[in-house]
């Protein structure tokens, strides 16, 4: 397997923890986005949107972080990544859909419009609104994990993987996770294993 990424990027590194979870090889390209290198014609053959990740297995191309997610759970069932029966799979979607759509891209929004674009093309009620979304998902994840080590089963699976790589940002973006104390505990023991320590350093 080949997973196309940028090193900066969560949603690649949400793919690398779950690669590196399974504990199949792969090896890792590196899309250098600040070169414009997922705007050339070769990634465009193969990820159309020009964003990162891209994991190519075999002859089969897949983009979309989600979605790779789901592939490889699929692929590596002995792994219990996406739950053991019905009511779980159907929570760990609901985990992956939500920060799908709300918590990454509020995060984006926020990082964009605070760090990454140019003073004067940054957008402050942007990076409030994103911010006011960031700050919800928060209490819901805290609320959601009082009493459970991990979000919706006893061990760990997609649906915490998902959350983690935009959580390791949230320092940088001014969140302050020692506000809460339950999402605090379960992030230290994502990053104890071995998979966050490898990506991480």
Known sequence: MKLYGFPMSPNSRRVQLTLEEIE???EYVTVDLTKGEHKQAEYLALNPFGRVPTLV?????LWESHAILQYLAAKYPEKGLDGGNPHEKGEIAKWLFANAAHFGPAAARVFAHTIRLPEEQRMPRVAEEGRAEVTKVLGVLEEALK???WLV???LTLADIAFTPTLAF???LGFDLSQYPHLSAWLD???????YKK???
């Not at 023991?189 to 998979?195: A, G, V």
Request: glycine fraction near 14%; hydrophobic fraction near 20%.
């Open 147 to 149: 009493g459970k080590e």
């Open 57 to 61: 297995d075999g002859g089969y191309v």
């Open 153 to 155: 089963s006893a061990r």
């Open 189 to 195: 023991r994502i990053r104890d294993r071995p998979s």
């Open 24 to 26: 199949e090889p792969y």
């Open 170 to 172: 949230a320092p940088m």
């Open 199 to 201: 990506i991480y350093g």
